[in-house]
């Protein structure tokens, strides 16, 4: 069913992809199935390490984890050293040839590995110690990330983290002082103004919603605006005059829900969101039946990682979330996110096959 599940969403997102981006590639003069082909590719490349992930036994990137850790930190320092490719702002990407590769979209995994193999190997729970080296493995990727800039990616990181560790068996204690240094730092670098305007600009939008729909508040009115054209049953797909006029910005990749919302309406939406959650819950099983702590953290961050993903995006779109630039998994474009997400449901294929043998 997770694996049925993943290739019926990835499929959907390859036509939804190429009915946000088709007219307005045609209306350039461009070729109208640019993103349709690499999507396509991006969806079979991300397949194959589903499936090598899933044959090879989970318990090898324990042994991997310290160079994979190491690999990460390097690739995402390359940023800053004039490597990285920079666009709209932000230097997010490794070029090489004609494919972007993007670090930050594999360093969730990596540090989903790295947190599993740290509490993997303390069975009789995280001490006051323990909990500080931790803390520290995970925020220095969590800190390059944001740096980018890339809030949304930091703030998966953060999540996933959080999860882990609670699946880890951290003291109540701990937990609730983690979250309470979490409110306040948030709520620190707001007031005191931390963060890039438009990331703030961002964050705050959801309170004022009505407001700014020609400057700030723009993308996010028109992907409102698109999904409630659909109304119950939707426009048809290849029929929405919102996508097809391409009134909403980025629509293939942060604001694709609101494609989908569009064109297949309230029950189109509503059905690829439970689609998406019994994936979820598929990964959610798969922790369930792990057959030790490693596999069971493993499963666990990938489960968090898809299931936050959606619910922030899916979100977005609505207005009822931050806009924070979180691809939604298996139909937003792009080639990075799309591998990364196949690639946490091959881990947790391999928990779960290895758990039934």
Same mark, same amino acid.
């Given at each position: 069913?997770?694996?049925?599940?993943?290739?019926?969403?990835?499929?959907?997102?390859?036509?939804?992809?190429?009915?946000?981006?088709?007219?307005?590639?045609?209306?350039?003069?461009?070729?109208?199935?640019?993103?349709?082909?690499?999507? %396509?590719?991006?969806?079979?490349?991300?397949?194959?390490?589903?499936?090598?992930? =899933?044959?090879?036994?989970?318990?090898?990137?324990?042994? /991997?984890?310290?160079?994979?850790?190491?690999?990460?930190?390097?690739?995402?320092?390359?940023?800053?050293?004039?490597?990285?490719?920079?666009?709209?702002?932000?230097?997010?990407?490794?070029?090489?040839?004609?494919?972007?590769?993007?670090?930050?979209?594999?360093?969730?995994?990596?540090?989903?590995?790295?947190?599993?193999?740290?509490? =993997?190997?303390?069975?009789?729970?995280?001490?006051?110690?323990?909990?500080?080296?931790?803390?520290?493995?995970?925020?220095?990727?969590?800190?390059?990330?944001?740096?980018?800039?890339?809030?949304? %990616?930091?703030?998966?990181?953060?999540?996933?983290?959080?999860?882990?560790?609670?699946?880890?068996?951290?003291?109540?204690?701990?937990?609730?002082?983690?979250?309470?240094?979490?409110?306040?730092?948030?709520?620190?670098?707001?007031?005191?103004?931390?963060?890039?305007?438009?990331?703030?600009?961002?964050?705050? %939008?959801?309170?004022?919603?009505?407001?700014?729909?020609?400057?700030?508040?723009?993308?996010?009115?028109?992907?409102?605006?698109?999904?409630?054209?659909?109304?119950?049953?939707?426009?048809?797909?290849?029929?929405?005059?919102?996508?097809?006029?391409?009134?909403?910005?980025?629509?293939?990749?942060?604001?694709?829900?609101?494609?989908?919302?569009?064109?297949?309406?309230?029950?189109?939406? /509503?059905?690829?969101?439970?689609?998406?959650?019994?994936?979820?819950?598929?990964?959610?099983?798969? /922790?369930?039946?792990?057959?030790?702590?490693?596999?069971?953290?493993?499963?666990?961050?990938?489960?968090?990682?898809? =299931?936050?993903?959606?619910?922030?995006? /899916?979100?977005?779109?609505?207005?009822?979330?931050?806009?924070?630039?979180?691809?939604?998994?298996?139909?937003?474009?792009?080639?990075?996110?799309?591998?990364?997400?196949? %690639?946490?449901?091959?881990?947790?294929?391999?928990?779960?096959?290895?758990?039934?043998?």
């Amino acid at each position: 069913m997770l694996i049925l599940t993943t290739l019926v969403v990835a499929g959907l997102g390859v036509v939804l992809v190429y009915s946000a981006t088709r007219s307005k590639l045609a209306a350039a003069g461009l070729n109208p199935h640019y993103f349709l082909t690499r999507q %396509s590719a991006y969806v079979v490349v991300g397949g194959v390490f589903m499936i090598v992930l =899933a044959a090879l036994d989970y318990r090898w990137l324990e042994h /991997a984890s310290a160079a994979l850790y190491v690999a990460m930190i390097l690739a995402l320092l390359a940023m800053f050293s004039g490597i990285g490719s920079t666009a709209q702002g932000a230097t997010r990407w490794i070029q090489i040839g004609g494919v972007q590769i993007q670090p930050s979209a594999f360093a969730t995994l990596v540090l989903i590995v790295t947190v599993a193999t740290f509490c =993997a190997r303390r069975p009789d729970g995280l001490g006051r110690a323990d909990l500080i080296k931790v803390l520290t493995l995970a925020a220095v990727p969590i800190l390059l990330v944001i740096k980018q800039p890339d809030l949304g %990616s930091g703030i998966v990181m953060c999540v996933v983290l959080l999860v882990m560790l609670v699946i880890a068996g951290i003291p109540n204690r701990y937990l609730l002082l983690l979250i309470a240094l979490a409110a306040t730092g948030a709520f620190a670098v707001v007031h005191l103004k931390l963060l890039k305007g438009y990331q703030l600009t961002r964050i705050t %939008s959801l309170f004022q919603i009505g407001k700014n729909l020609q400057s700030t508040g723009y993308n996010v009115g028109q992907s409102v605006a698109a999904i409630g054209s659909g109304g119950l049953w939707g426009t048809g797909l290849f029929h929405g005059p919102q996508t097809n006029l391409a009134y909403v910005p980025e629509q293939q990749t942060d604001f694709i829900f609101s494609a989908l919302g569009e064109q297949l309406g309230f029950v189109g939406a /509503a059905g690829v969101l439970a689609l998406l959650g019994v994936l979820s819950w598929r990964l959610r099983r798969s /922790a369930q039946l792990a057959r030790d702590a490693f596999g069971r953290l493993l499963a666990a961050g990938c489960f968090t990682l898809v =299931a936050f993903s959606v619910f922030e995006n /899916a979100g977005m779109a609505m207005q009822i979330m931050p806009v924070a630039g979180i691809p939604l998994p298996f139909l937003s474009y792009g080639g990075s996110a799309t591998v990364a997400f196949f %690639s946490a449901v091959g881990i947790a294929l391999s928990v779960q096959l290895r758990a039934q043998r």
